[in-house]
């Protein structure tokens, strides 16, 4: 009996334990939540990073691609992130079996870079990508442009020489007027002048992701016209991984082998990964400062970096904020062929104009940047983006200005001693503010997708000038010396439509119109001989674009385009108000004038004198890749009417300006790459252009030598036909070659550069041309990978000029000029300036990465 019951008592147990076991393996199943991961193209991601918003609940995917993780109480959302691709979360109840991560995450376009980034295949532009991985092998310490000498038909130097301080972009000829930049889809260039000012953004180079270069009219959507291209700037954002980077660098400059100067930069920068599988913080902090390569053309900077991410299941937030002040020395003037000749580091500025041997001709400015970027999901159709922004701008540059008339400066008889002349050190201040908005809806559809977004932006700006110093004052002048003041407004607001169209399976249509509306208003007080001149221009313009792709199979792609785009002249080309010199009028039409009380008239102006330029860009190009080489070409030839070029001559360093009727850039361009290995790549292009003035006379002012005593009395001009002659300042041709070798731990690039002919000026006169020249450089870094616990080390030396050449970069400034001796032949000539290059030059650098 006993037995029995014992044996009942065991099968009773036996069977609660098999229950149980099946209950717990049952609940245990119920609550692992497993999928797998794809790309875009179906194809299974390894290393995907899956985190929730559970504390120490994080895994990754294996090489298949698969996920799994247990379901604990509390968790509610899942973030999927890798390198590459965009972070995508969802809800725990909706997660689905199969997670699709989309190419690379830029944010904002959802946010920021769709509305003006091309797609291989889908964009009929000409464009060229500049990976991170590119970033990473060519930045170590310099001005941004440098980064893009060795892209297609890019034109990059600067005016003291050396990697830092003030660098100059020209792409198929045109200067970084007419190439608009953007930083997250936010347009860089200044609204008065449209510069792009990369000067003012110290190391901005080392926050940078991503970059997409387009040349012609492009894609943009935002900020000014674009001409000769587009720069689109992604900076860093979300990073899945926690880290910290320390970087220390140092450099040096030579010539005749003799060391002239020296560059610093030391930095820091932090990840905090993916927190509560939501947020993601990151910052950088960076020195740079640099002796330059002229002399007297050093630079001091410092700059700050800091990124906020929040991800959600329908939403990206992202805040944006970065600047920093520097202070350069001016190098602004470059020197004459016999100056460099006698000392190729000259920087004397122009005798008689400006001395930039004065210790302290610097420039001085802090900007800093806020951006707010937010996409919204509705559903698989419908995303909405939202950009807003905030850039304010403060400082001046320092002068030092000999035999300067003290009347043009407010300065009376009552504090001098009674002298007309003087040499003065004078301060030209701006304090300015632009705050835009950047909406986009994107609505797909069956076959492509429709687009409607614009961009708005008010901007001001405060311009005084201060007299700090002055000869001959004996009574009591203020330091804060004011001798011109006058504000400016811009109201700009474009609006835009863009149609992509699946025509049939392998040809795509891409159409987009752009209204633009601007609005500029000007305010000068009454100081001296500012007169107080006061005036409004609107201008209103449409530019239409259509383009079509053909993928002929997966390897061939052509396309061509046809865009308008129209540009307005710079403020100063208008009315450079920062000017003394008394009787200057605003360039307008002049419609009536009346005397007041005062004395002085009151001008109603109509429309400006200079006209807007106006270009239609034709392109047709294509591309065929394989999986180890590419190859494309591109065919542009782009009609001016009214193009804006350098007159000749200085007003207060604004170079004169004026219209030419007619004017063509044309050209070809070639990109090519081989890798025949995992270990090795071999890229280049070579570009050539064809830019000449097809319609225009040269009028020239000169006065005679009457002979009677050797005065200049009678006055007359000539005009000269420069039709069919180049436009300045444009090499005819450019090409690189980079042989780049990358085995994980050690990376060796070597770059060749080949730059044709310059001319300066107008008269395209052979003596004041720049020779073509070959120039090369080469870089090396080891990666020693974990050090101890102190973390992963690598070490970079870069060596550029490598072999020592001596050669002039750029044109500075030119004028032509003519003039006659009574009773002989008119004599047309010019005068020009240059840029020297630096000769060879070292920069060694150390990272170690801490976690």
Not at 798 to 809: H, R, V, W
Request: some cysteine; aromatic content about 16%; proline content about 3%.
């Amino acid at each position: 009996m006993n037995n029995y019951f014992n044996l009942a008592k065991l099968k009773l147990f036996a069977t609660l334990l098999v229950f149980f076991i099946f209950i717990n393996l049952s609940l245990a199943n119920a609550a692992e939540l497993s999928g797998i991961v794809f790309n875009s193209e179906w194809e299974t991601i390894e290393g995907v990073t899956v985190k929730t918003n559970f504390d120490g609940t994080i895994t990754a995917t294996d090489k298949n691609g698969n996920f799994s993780f247990p379901l604990i109480e509390g968790m509610t959302r899942v973030t999927f992130s890798s390198v590459g691709y965009k972070p995508k979360q969802f809800e725990i109840s909706q997660l689905p079996a199969k997670i699709i991560l989309e190419d690379i995450y830029y944010r904002g376009t959802d946010i920021v870079v769709h509305a003006s980034r091309a797609e291989i295949g889908v964009t009929p532009i000409a464009f060229d990508n500049f990976s991170s991985d590119e970033i990473k092998r060519d930045y170590t310490v310099s001005e941004f442009p440098l980064l893009l000498e060795t892209t297609p038909n890019a034109f990059v130097y600067s005016d003291g020489g050396a990697s830092l301080g003030y660098t100059y972009l020209r792409i198929r000829g045109f200067d970084d007027r007419r190439i608009v930049t953007y930083i997250n889809g936010v347009p860089l260039n200044d609204p008065e002048d449209q510069v792009t000012y990369f000067i003012d953004l110290p190391d901005f180079t080392a926050n940078v992701s991503d970059i997409q270069i387009q040349r012609g009219v492009g894609n943009s959507l935002y900020g000014d016209a674009s001409f000769g291209g587009s720069i689109n700037v992604v900076t860093n954002g979300l990073n899945s991984q926690r880290s910290a980077l320390f970087t220390s660098g140092m450099g040096k400059y030579t010539s005749d082998n003799n060391t002239v100067g020296s560059t610093y930069k030391q930095s820091f920068q932090f990840n905090s990964g993916l927190i509560d599988g939501r947020w993601s913080f990151g910052g950088r902090f960076s020195k740079q400062k640099s002796d330059g390569y002229r002399r007297q053309s050093w630079y001091d900077g410092w700059s700050y970096y800091f990124n906020a991410v929040r991800i959600d299941p329908k939403m990206t937030t992202e805040i944006n904020i970065f600047g920093g002040p520097m202070k350069v020395h001016a190098a602004w003037y470059g020197a004459s062929k016999e100056d460099i000749a006698l000392d190729r580091r000259a920087n004397i500025g122009i005798p008689g104009y400006e001395d930039l041997t004065y210790d302290n001709a610097t420039d001085n400015f802090n900007q800093p940047h806020y951006q707010l970027h937010n996409t919204y999901i509705f559903n698989d159709r419908i995303t909405l983006s939202n950009t807003f922004y905030y850039i304010r701008g403060k400082g001046y540059y320092e002068q030092y200005k000999p035999e300067q008339y003290l009347l043009d400066y407010n300065i009376t008889d009552a504090v001098t001693d009674s002298s007309s002349l003087a040499d003065l050190v004078r301060q030209k201040c701006v304090e300015k503010k632009q705050i835009g908005w950047n909406p986009r809806l994107d609505i797909k559809h069956d076959k492509g997708q429709h687009s409607f977004g614009g961009s708005f932006y008010y901007f001001d700006s405060d311009h005084y000038g201060k007299v700090v110093w002055a000869q001959h004052i004996v009574g009591h002048l203020s330091p804060q010396h004011i001798y011109y003041n006058h504000y400016g407004t811009k109201y700009v607001g474009s609006l835009y439509f863009q149609e992509q169209l699946q025509l049939n399976e392998k040809l795509l249509m891409m159409a987009t119109g752009q209204f633009r509306l601007q609005k500029y208003s000007f305010e000068q007080k009454i100081i001296g001989p500012y007169r107080g001149y006061t005036f409004d221009i609107d201008w209103f313009f449409f530019s239409p674009r259509i383009g079509f792709t053909y993928n002929a199979n997966s390897n061939l792609m052509l396309f061509t385009n046809l865009s308008l785009s129209q540009r307005t002249p710079s403020d100063a080309a208008i009315y450079d108000a920062d000017d003394p010199q008394p009787g200057t009028v605003p360039f307008l039409e002049l419609k009536d004038s009346t005397l007041q009380s005062s004395g002085l008239y009151l001008y109603d102006f109509g429309e400006p004198l200079i006209k807007s330029e106006n270009l239609l860009d034709f392109e047709l190009g294509g591309e065929y890749h394989t999986k180890n080489y590419v190859a494309g070409i591109n065919l542009f030839w782009m009609n001016f009417k009214d193009m804006i070029v350098g007159e000749g001559g200085i007003t207060d360093g604004v170079e004169n300006k004026l219209n030419v009727n007619k004017v063509v850039h044309a050209g070809i361009e070639l990109t090519g790459a081989y890798k025949p290995s995992d270990d090795f790549r071999f890229s280049g292009n070579f570009s050539y252009n064809f830019n000449r003035i097809k319609d225009f006379i040269h009028i020239l002012s000169y006065e005679i030598d009457s002979l009677d005593d050797g005065s200049y009395m009678l006055q007359e001009q000539v005009g000269v036909d420069v039709s069919n002659n180049t436009t300045p300042r444009f090499p005819e041709y450019i090409g690189n070659i980079i042989f780049d070798y990358d085995n994980q731990n050690i990376r060796l690039t070597w770059r060749n550069r080949f730059i044709g002919k310059q001319y300066s000026e107008l008269l395209n006169i052979d003596q004041l041309t720049i020779d073509p020249v070959y120039i090369s450089s080469f870089s090396a870094s080891y990666n020693f990978g974990q050090i101890s616990d102190i973390g992963k080390l690598t070490i970079t030396l870069n060596i550029d000029n490598l072999f020592d050449k001596k050669y002039i970069s750029a044109v500075a400034y030119a004028e032509n000029y003519a003039y006659r001796v009574a009773n002989q032949e008119t004599v047309t000539n010019g005068w020009s300036t240059y840029f020297v290059a630096p000769e060879r030059s070292f920069y060694g650098q150390i990272q170690l990465e801490l976690f």
